[in-house]
């Protein structure tokens, strides 16, 4: 495959915030940003300057002939992200693997290899940095169906039930979501995980539940804790909050519980706890941070800025036999490569929104490709 055309322009993503749109042979792909992120994470230049550095990197895939994926990641490798952004190489790269896969009359999941269903993780309840409400950052839903629909259409019941309850409970409840799409809430942390608890239980439905606590938001490098609940937690009290709400709340899922430097308070709580501890910050989808001292890891291809770079990291969490959960950002957009990325690369768990046309153009193409 040769690339005949190609063009890079200025879009809005989900919080009107401008991001950039590549299209290459007529095959348009877009990239995400984060709100909550890793000082790890692939560097990113301005808007402007990416539409500028677009036409080089065009002057130099002109010259290739992409024929595979692994063309694809050997073109991505000559590219340097402080030169050129992670997100303008990784905006590219999704056009060269879309384009690719129509000169094969391929879907991109067919190209990538596998299909198998993902349990998706919905979020409920937001707070932290993307909404005011209880610090914890997401408090999400997790279906136990083996049929993916039945698990979107129960989640979607369960998410609409749970605002008429917070209607009644929080008096100060407006109806408003957070920047993914989670009900927004003046319930505190503990008092949001009660009732989500017992919303599931009483009413019977098929769910887990789990949170990303996105401890590195609120750590202080000056007192060297978590300003928390009105108290500095050092280490051991962090680890002592989570397996307490673990436990009263039956959690099968935690996400960032530590900060994004302490690979030995993740051990530690890793070897204390019997649910998914998973690294979002810590590894922030990059080979050369990651450590086997959880039991998952985010996988994030914005985090990295290239294709090769996200399938190097699933391939290495698989050897460290680490469960790779694919997820979306809080500035997103409405392409959905994410999805034929989860089925394609065999990602066992996606998280994403539940609402909102950004987060549920994800949701319905996984639900086109398993039908």
């Known amino acids: 495959m040769k690339v005949l055309s190609a063009s890079a322009r200025k879009i809005l993503d989900s919080i009107s915030k401008p991001t950039i749109e590549v299209e290459i042979n007529g095959n348009r792909s877009s990239v995400p940003t984060g709100t909550s992120k890793s000082q790890y994470e692939a560097a990113q230049i301005p808007i402007n300057q990416m539409l500028k550095k677009f036409e080089s990197i065009t002057k130099l895939a002109k010259k290739k002939n992409f024929n595979s994926i692994q063309d694809i990641v050997n073109f991505e490798e000559k590219l340097d992200p402080k030169k050129y952004g992670g997100n303008t190489i990784l905006a590219f790269s999704y056009s060269l693997l879309k384009s690719l896969s129509n000169s094969k ?93 017992q919303e599931i239980d009483e009413g019977g439905f098929n769910l887990d539940l789990g949170v990303d ?116 950002r809080s500035r997103e957009t409405e392409d959905n490569i994410l999805s034929h990325l989860c089925i394609g690369l065999g990602i066992p768990f996606m998280k994403i929104g539940l609402t909102s046309g950004e987060r549920t153009a994800k949701v319905n193409e996984l639900m086109r490709i398993l039908k």
């Open 105 to 197: 009359g391929k879907e991109v999941y067919q190209l990538l290899g596998k299909k198998k269903q993902p349990r998706p993780l919905f979020k409920v309840i937001e707070g932290g940095r993307h909404a005011k409400g209880p610090m914890i950052q997401e408090m999400l839903i997790i279906p136990k169906h083996k049929n993916f629909d039945k698990g979107v259409w129960e989640s979607s019941e369960f998410f609409f039930r749970l605002g008429e309850v917070l209607e009644k409970k929080d008096p100060f409840f407006m109806n408003s979501r957070g920047m993914e799409g989670g009900w927004v809430t003046k319930l505190d942390d503990n008092q949001a995980l009660d009732l989500l608890r």
């Open 213 to 328: 606590i996105a401890s590195t938001s609120f750590y202080s490098k000056e007192y060297k804790g978590y300003d928390f609940h009105k108290y500095v937690f050092n280490q051991e009290e962090m680890i002592d909050y989570v397996r307490r709400i673990v436990r009263d709340n039956k959690l099968t899922y935690v996400e960032d519980p530590l900060e994004e430097n302490d690979y030995e308070g993740f051990k530690k709580l890793t070897k204390k706890t019997r649910t998914m501890i998973c690294g979002d910050d810590i590894f922030s989808t990059n080979v050369s941070r990651l450590r086997p001292v959880a039991n998952s890891a985010i996988v994030k291809p914005n985090q990295i800025g290239s294709l090769g770079g996200t399938i190097k990291f699933i391939e290495a969490l698989k050897k460290m036999k680490m469960t790779p959960v694919i997820s979306h």
